[in-house]
């Protein structure tokens, strides 16, 4: 398949002066670092999201009195200011 691409022309003359060095073509050594990266990106997986730990490390849990049932209606309710003092 042929197809156009632009590149640097201090990047295209490294290229075609490897190419000559090594006595391949132009076309053989762009198809030969297309494969080399395509085979490394799919090498490189990237690592599952993990979500940090964001629970908190202080205090000693709930209060005496307090239970996990009242804990919305506390936040929301200027009557259970008392119990977070």
Known sequence: MKTTVEITDSLFHQ???????EGLNFRVLVEDGLRLVLEARRQTKAAP???RDGSFKGGNGLQPGVKWADL????????????RS
């Open 49 to 51: 999201f993990r979500l």
């Open 15 to 21: 290229a075609k002066t490897l190419a000559a060095k």
């Open 72 to 83: 919305p209606s506390l936040a929301y309710d200027e009557e259970g200011s008392s119990l």
